[in-house]
T-cell receptor
Framework: EAGVVQSPRYKIIEKKQPVAFWCNPI?????LYWYLQNLGQGPELLIR????????DSQLPKDRFSAERLKGVDSTLKIQPAELGDSAVYLC?????????????FGPGTRLLVL | SQQGEEDPQALSIQEGENATMNCSYK?????LQWYRQNSGRGLVHLIL?????REKHSGRLRVTLDTSKKSSSLLITASRAADTASYFC???????????FGTGTRLTVIP
């Protein structure tokens, strides 16, 4: 069974440029999560989708970040414009059922460097 | 924000020794989970312990939970070089809908 797929794995951009990350969850998983992980820290939730509905986006900086999960399968996370402080690893995870008590399966992440 | 704090931040041991990592948290929880993250990879779920459980085993892993002290420990017995990774606790806080991850313990097992 394929795991959570993320692309690109690495991205280097200049500040003020836009950037987008893509995630394909495990087939059949209903819940999808985007996390931000700073160096030496644990992941912090940005947004959680149940099917195509964003059920928790309270930690998403909505002035520059946006996300979508059309058709309730794969998802994109966008930053526009990127700032130096956005340099981090962006992790996508999915779980079979709904709610946070389901085991989450993580992708390898996209490492973003903003210059 | 992050709920848990792992201790120590870094741990280096010889292969075959046991490794113990601790996690402290601040509020009441439904359960606590431990994850492993290899360098440059995503997190892998290891074990979940519910708030009404005190100890749980899975292979070479042993997790304890003390809700009165708001702390948990992860013990890895007979460590192997392949156990080298960062280990995170994550709390399912009562009344919240998020998992809150700690800051992690970086374990190095020397062959």
């Amino acid at each position: 069974e394929a795991g959570v797929v993320q692309s690109p794995r690495y991205k280097i951009i200049e500040k003020k440029q836009p950037v987008a990350f893509w995630c394909n969850p495990i087939s059949g998983h209903n819940t999808l999560y985007w996390y931000l992980q700073n160096l030496g820290q644990g992941p912090e939730l940005l947004i959680r989708y149940e099917n195509e509905e964003a059920v928790d986006d309270s930690q998403l900086p909505k002035d520059r970040f946006s996300a979508e999960r059309l058709k309730g399968v794969d998802s994109t996370l966008k930053i526009q414009p990127a700032e130096l402080g956005d340099s981090a690893v962006y992790l996508c995870a999915s779980s079979l059922g709904f709610g946070i008590r389901e085991t989450q399966y993580f992708g390898p992440g996209t490492r973003l460097l903003v210059l | 924000s992050q709920q848990g704090e792992e201790d120590p931040q870094a741990l280096s041991i010889q292969e075959g020794e046991n490794a113990t990592m601790n996690c402290s948290y601040k509020t009441s929880i439904n359960n606590l989970q431990w994850y492993r993250q290899n360098s440059g990879r995503g997190l892998v779920h290891l074990i979940l312990i519910r708030s009404n459980e005190r100890e749980k085993h899975s292979g070479r892993l042993r997790v304890t939970l003390d809700t009165s002290k708001k702390s948990s420990s992860l013990l890895i017995t007979a460590s192997r070089a392949a156990d080298t990774a960062s280990y995170f606790c994550a709390t399912d806080e009562t009344g919240a809908n998020n998992l809150f991850f700690g800051t992690g313990t970086r374990l190095t097992v020397i062959p």
